[in-house]
């Protein structure tokens, strides 16, 4: 597919586009967690299905219809495609990760998902090596490992985590952290609008085919479908910052910034639906955390380092 979509460019690492970055995600951070509080309200009433084809009409909508506003920086050929093979590729494994953390929240609690979910940044660290060609010395292979323990602590042999659904949660989160290279890879040739807008619409397509496997109980009051139309405009938009953030900045940057949907998710889960996450959890999360704040300062040094070579 061709597209009007600017000149390929070179991705950049210096302090002021990351800070830019680092507040660009941060700000996506906080609307997808509260667009998630919405969503498992929609997932505990109609269900899976309903929630991912919604939140994939509305979000596509909503994208669709800001970029074509933009008629002096290409309007609606900024969702065309380059690369579409790695699109679509990305949009699909999207999909996967939302159906997982969809499932996983009619039996979990957001803030346990979440704690779970602080593994990404450290499972990015050693995906690195084979997708980028990065190089992980040893101090940060031994924090990566040791924040792997945490994830021991959250789970405790026999506790509240350990749940049918918690294989599927963990296969969604090694994926999440896949598409989060993927986002700064294809950030080279593609628009954020452009990434944004697929992968919404891959979620439409994605909540299509299962509705043959979660039959539709109810399409729901009112309640339901503001809640979709929010999921879905506020999931649209934040994906837009959110690509855009990850071609401004490096990964390493910007991937401890998951932690703070742990604060946004677990407020608001507590509000909603007055869930308290366990001690273990909190503990477990706190470890993986300080693994991962750990590595950003190994390659903060590396970088002053090399700079100074």
């Keep these: 597919m061709t597209s009007a979509s600017p000149i390929p460019r070179t991705l950049t690492d210096n302090a002021a586009d990351t800070v830019r970055g680092i507040g660009l995600v941060a700000l996506a951070y906080m609307v997808l967690s509260v667009g998630d509080v919405a969503a498992k309200s929609v997932v505990l009433g109609a269900g899976v299905a309903w929630a991912m084809l919604w939140r994939g009409v509305f979000g596509a909508a909503a994208v669709f219809v800001v970029t074509a506003s933009r008629g002096s920086a290409g309007g609606w050929r900024r969702i065309a495609a380059v690369r579409w093979k790695t699109m679509a590729l990305r949009a699909a494994l999207s999909s996967f990760i939302s159906i997982a953390w969809y499932l996983s929240w009619r039996e979990m609690k957001l803030a346990d998902t979440y704690a779970l979910g602080f593994t990404a940044p450290l499972i990015m660290t050693l995906l690195a090596i084979p997708m980028l060609g990065e190089r992980i010395r040893w101090r940060r292979m031994l924090s990566t490992l040791l924040g792997f323990s945490g994830v021991l602590v959250m789970l405790r042999p026999g506790g509240d985590l350990w749940t049918p659904v918690l294989p599927l949660l963990m296969t969604g989160i090694v994926t999440m952290a896949i598409t989060r290279i993927l986002a700064r890879r294809l950030s080279l040739t593609e628009t954020p609008e452009c990434q944004a807008f697929w992968l919404m619409a891959s979620h439409a397509a994605a909540g299509v085919l299962l509705l043959g496997i979660y039959p539709l109980g109810s399409i729901g009051g009112w309640e339901v479908w503001a809640a979709l139309a929010f999921l879905g405009i506020s999931s ?71 700079g100074a070579v």
């Design 236 to 306: 649209g938009l934040a994906h837009c910052v959110f690509t855009y953030a990850y071609g401004l900045a490096p990964v390493s940057a910007l991937a401890p910034y998951e932690y703070t949907m742990l604060i946004w998710g677990g407020a608001a889960g507590f509000v909603v639906f007055g869930e308290v996450p366990s001690w273990s959890t909190l503990t477990g999360a706190a470890i993986v955390a300080a693994a991962g704040l750990y590595n950003l300062h190994r390659e903060r040094v590396r970088r002053n380092e090399d």
